[in-house]
């Protein structure tokens, strides 16, 4: 007997297996950890699952080729591009090689795969950025394979979708990588100024040279959640200031709230999001806006009953007859009422397919307004509400409908999305003022106002504002440049507040109801001197609840402002809207 033998330790036992000692044995590739939360998990259930944890819900980078079979129709995909010679411009020693090993390894030519699909039917132009070749960073291949197919799409009319995914520069190619960046940009800017949509989807990680050009240059951002986005990586970053960087700073989350990114969107919706926005960039000529708001005899007789301002000097009495009714301060007090309804309101009473965008692409996303597309009795318009809260918390967090700069710069953003697809413009006006603070001064709130109405004046689609509240001095004229502007009975448009008036005239704001007399602030007034083309009537105790009759009636009203006024080239338009203000 051998020596360590004599000293082993036996068991009467010893033929049981020990499942305390012992691993299970799990056939290989079947778990996978997660390298977020640590958690094991079952490959199959991930890659049915669009690639995220079932744990911790954590993101996965996802392959090129598996993230257009997400987004595609089965079989639609047709690759462009899909082989193009090495280049080594600066001659780089190993470069060669080091791509070889990639394309062996990760079946790619290279570091993004372009083409063409079709996503629930929308024919569009896919490029997708694959992180495992070289950490998708832009090379000359990458900018060419990107280039040529924006400019495929630009000589078919089809829109662009890029999912970014990139370290950045390829170091490899020195200052020929940098060029991509103009390159793309350049491509796009064509693309653009020819009219067609350009969708750029943020995923983990988007940073450098990629994030400086054609990531952050789409008509619409979208991002997957908790996605790392910014110029410098974290790592340079801290070092460069020497402190630790904030829990969250250049996550998708951190740039919807600086008003960079319109929507996060999670995996598993992206398919239907994408679709719907292709379907509502389709422009309503018109012919269709006119087929879509064919009025019956009923409506017209409806709104023949309640306007009339064409006929026998009807809107004389009718302006008098809502003068008389109540008083103006009454109709202050009303017009500031808590349940009175807010712009978000209308936009779900009379819209359909809402898909809010967010941010002025330069600072932040002012909740204070809530803008985005959506669908008028089938036709696509841009819509856009100063949003007051219903509760301290919402108003808190709007502001009070008080906007500042960069909720008017957001508002001008999305204008001139809509004039360059043909989408008419509807703005609910419903503000004490614009924002006034130290921050508002700092970031330009009076440039941002004068903005709003030079650009305004010269939108080349139809522009239709509706003051359903307060309409309160600059901040609301902001939003009120229009073909037309209409007023709810009980709502005030006006200079300044009655305080403030009187306040400054007189001052003494105890006097704000005098004021509000002498001001001409009620929309019988304003309709008398010609500030605004029509008075939408109310129901008394005007709330949510009983607001169904007042929709109707805009219903119909909008109905024939976008048929009367698409009708216009866009010439006429802006012609019209100068003289409009011009005979003021």
Not at 180 to 202: E, I
Not at 390 to 406: G, H, I, Q, V, Y
Not at 437 to 466: C, D, H, M, T
Not at 532 to 548: C, G, K
Request: proline share 3%; charged share 30%; glycine share 8%.
């Amino acid at each position: 007997m051998n020596l360590k033998d004599m000293f082993k330790k036996t068991s009467g036992r010893s033929h049981y297996i020990s499942l305390r000692n012992s691993r299970p044995e799990v056939p290989t590739g079947l778990l996978r950890k997660c390298n977020k939360c640590g958690a094991a998990i079952i490959a199959e259930d991930v890659k049915n699952g669009y690639y995220i944890c079932p744990k911790c819900h954590g993101y996965f980078r996802v392959h090129a080729y598996r993230r257009i079979e997400m987004i595609a129709d089965e079989g639609s995909f047709e690759e462009w591009d899909k082989e193009m010679d090495f280049v080594n411009p600066l001659d780089f020693k190993g470069y060669e090689e080091k791509i070889d090993h990639l394309k062996q390894r990760t079946n790619l030519n290279e570091a993004v795969v372009t083409g063409k699909v079709l996503i629930n039917g929308n024919p569009s132009v896919v490029g997708v950025c694959d992180g495992r070749f070289m950490m998708a960073s832009m090379g000359w291949i990458v900018g060419e394979k990107i280039a040529r197919a924006v400019e495929r799409a630009t000589q078919e009319k089809l829109p662009v979708i890029i999912f970014t995914c990139s370290g950045g520069a390829r170091m490899q190619e020195g200052i020929v990588s940098l060029m991509q960046m103009a390159k793309t940009s350049a491509a796009l800017r064509k693309h653009s100024d020819a009219g067609q949509l350009y969708v750029s989807v943020l995923t983990d990680p988007t940073t450098g040279g990629v994030t400086a050009s054609f990531a952050m240059l789409g008509d619409i951002i979208l991002a997957e959640p908790k996605a790392l986005i910014g110029f410098a990586g974290p790592r340079v970053i801290e070092q460069t200031i020497g402190q630790k960087l904030p829990k969250g700073f250049q996550r998708s989350e951190f740039l919807l709230d600086h008003g960079f990114v319109d929507r996060i969107v999670e995996r598993e919706e992206l398919k239907d999001v994408l679709s719907q926005i292709l379907e509502m960039h389709h422009s309503a000529g018109a012919a269709e806006v006119k087929a879509a708001f064919k009025k019956d005899e009923k409506t017209e007789d409806k709104s023949d009953a309640i306007t009339g301002f064409e006929n026998n000097g009807q809107a004389e009495n009718m302006a008098e007859q809502i003068k008389d009714s109540l008083s103006a301060w009454d109709r202050v007090q009303i017009s500031r009422k808590k349940d009175r309804p807010v712009g978000t309101d209308y936009i779900d009473a009379l819209f359909t397919d809402f898909m809010e965008f967010h941010g002025d692409r330069y600072y932040k996303d002012d909740h204070a307004i809530v803008g985005g597309i959506a669908y008028f009795h089938g036709i696509p318009v841009t819509v856009i509400a100063q949003a007051k809260g219903k509760t301290t918390k919402e108003n808190l967090d709007r502001n009070f409908s008080m906007p500042s700069p960069d909720g008017y710069r957001k508002a001008l953003r999305l204008m001139k999305q809509a004039e360059k697809f043909g989408r008419p413009v509807i703005c609910f006006v419903d503000t004490p003022g614009a924002f006034c603070g130290l921050e508002a001064e700092e970031r330009g709130q009076g440039e941002a106002i004068a903005r709003n109405l030079f650009e305004l004046s010269g939108l080349k689609v139809p522009v239709l504002s509706v003051v359903i509240g307060e309409g309160g001095s600059g901040g609301a004229l902001a939003m009120a440049v229009a073909d037309e502007v209409w007023m709810l009975e009980n709502a005030v448009y006006s200079v300044l507040s009655p305080e403030g008036f009187a306040s400054i005239l007189w001052k003494d704001s105890k006097r704000a109801s005098e004021a509000a007399e002498v001001m001409k602030l009620t929309a019988g007034d304003l309709k008398r001197l010609g500030i605004i083309e029509q008075v939408i009537s109310e129901p008394e105790d005007f709330d949510a609840e009983n607001m169904e009759a007042v929709c109707e009636e805009l219903e119909g009203r909008i109905s024939s402002f976008l048929a009367d006024y698409t009708a216009y080239s866009s010439e006429e338009l802006t012609a019209r809207r100068y003289d409009r203000f011009r005979k003021m």
